[in-house]
């Protein structure tokens, strides 16, 4: 018998496979399928990314450094100063990702000491289920803090013996599954919070394109001492399969960084930094993909306020957050909602305590027509 991590036969699968393992089942039972599960975008990637990528194919194909290419860090750096007014040296501030999965799951790497007494990786509850397995993957421990009301996470109610044996906290704004946004004065007290306990800050904005109306702000307008901002093109430019995002901030953090991702062997690939470099540098496919997401939000939330369903209003994301009525839990709704061909995920699947117990989740990826038609086959179950 082979032996493992313990950490595996700990885990249960991962959360979203499981789900796709479902969505599967639907099909093969040939119902029409509505699919609000997963958040894996469906509209195209813009043609001129695609034609971007394959002109950075080189007849030579070296390794690609994890710096990245100079184009993409001027790229990453141009696009901050335009949405966020903010300047950073693209020399010193900017590190490529591959993708911000893989970038959250191994930060906890950068600064847990599996043998120190602070060691929590602290984040909000409901989440993205990388940030608690990097954190126990690394020998950390893992704190999730149960949000619940309005979803927005208050670090600064933290408890005092906490925040001194906390060495990474996250903040997720907007944040995935509520689409709860943070206010800049929220964002700056957190910042002020982990200065005061020299606790490294960093901000998942993996949603901040997607929004009407109010931008989202980023932790970059607050300070980028001791901190770093976590973006990537999956949602904002339909890339997610390029796998490309970046970590920008502190430059003595970028600077360990750097230094801790030629270990992994996560350098992205120079091809696909000439796409993301093209994406980084246009604003106007961002924005009309974010005019797509949006109506099929107010869709959608058209109908749940008409059904009397208590969901969780907001202006970013292509997620919608919404509780299950009486008489079921979020598991026993989303099985309900398959019966219609609705694949919708439960609020468990994102949380660690019992904040997604009741909730669940629905991706925005169906198009008008898509959306249209589940509302339909919803209401025939009403």
């Known amino acids: 018998?082979?032996?493992l991590n313990p950490l595996l036969s700990r885990l249960d699968a991962y959360p979203l496979v499981e789900?796709?393992?479902?969505?599967?089942?639907?099909?093969?039972?040939?119902?029409?399928?509505?699919?609000?599960g997963l958040g894996d975008p469906v509209d195209p990637t813009p043609a001129f990314i695609q034609d971007a990528l394959k002109a950075g194919v080189q007849a030579m194909s070296r390794y690609p450094?994890?710096?990245g290419t100079p184009e993409f860090r001027r790229a990453v750096t141009g696009y901050l100063e335009r949405r966020f007014g903010v300047a950073l040296d693209p020399d010193r501030s900017v590190v490529p990702t591959s993708g911000s999965k893989e970038a959250m799951f191994h930060l906890p790497l950068l600064v847990v000491d599996r043998d120190a007494p602070d060691r929590a990786v602290v984040f909000p509850d409901p989440g993205y289920p990388a940030w608690q397995r990097g954190a126990l993957f690394a020998g950390g421990e893992a704190v999730p803090i149960p949000l619940e009301g309005d979803f927005r996470f208050r670090p600064w109610e933290l408890p005092a013996d906490l925040l001194a044996r906390t060495r990474l906290l996250i903040v997720n704004s907007p944040h995935n599954p509520t689409g709860a946004v943070s206010t800049l004065e929220d964002l700056e007290r957190t910042w002020k919070v982990c200065r005061a306990h020299d606790i490294l800050l960093a901000s998942d904005e993996t949603y901040c394109d997607i929004y009407e109306g109010e931008p989202p702000p980023s932790i970059l307008q607050v300070a980028t001492e001791g901190v770093v901002a976590i973006h990537t093109l999956s949602k904002r430019s339909s890339?997610?399969?390029?796998?490309?995002?970046?970590?920008?901030?502190?430059?003595?953090?970028?600077?360990?960084l750097t230094d801790f991702r030629a270990n992994p062997g996560v350098a992205a690939q120079d091809f696909v930094n000439a796409a993301a470099s093209a994406a980084w540098a246009d604003d106007a496919h961002p924005r009309?993909?974010?005019r797509t997401y949006m109506a099929r939000r107010r869709m959608m939330e058209a109908f749940l306020e008409e059904a009397g369903f208590e969901f969780v209003r907001s202006n970013a994301t292509f997620y919608i957050w919404f509780k299950a009525p009486a008489g079921y839990d979020d598991v026993g709704y989303a099985a309900r909602l398959l019966e219609a061909g609705i694949v919708?995920?439960?609020?468990?699947l994102f949380a660690l305590t019992d904040t997604g117990r009741d909730w669940l989740r629905l991706a925005?990826?169906?198009?008008s027509e898509g959306c249209?038609?589940?509302?339909?086959a919803w209401r025939a179950l009403l």
């Open 1 to 3: 018998m082979a032996r």
């Open 19 to 36: 789900l796709t393992e479902k969505r599967s089942q639907v099909e093969a039972r040939n119902i029409p399928l509505y699919d609000f």
């Open 65 to 67: 450094v994890v710096q």
């Open 239 to 256: 890339m997610a399969g390029y796998r490309t995002g970046f970590f920008a901030g502190d430059p003595a953090w970028i600077r360990r």
């Open 288 to 290: 009309a993909l974010a």
């Open 344 to 348: 919708a995920a439960p609020g468990r």
């Open 364 to 367: 925005l990826m169906p198009d």
């Open 372 to 376: 249209s038609r589940a509302i339909e």
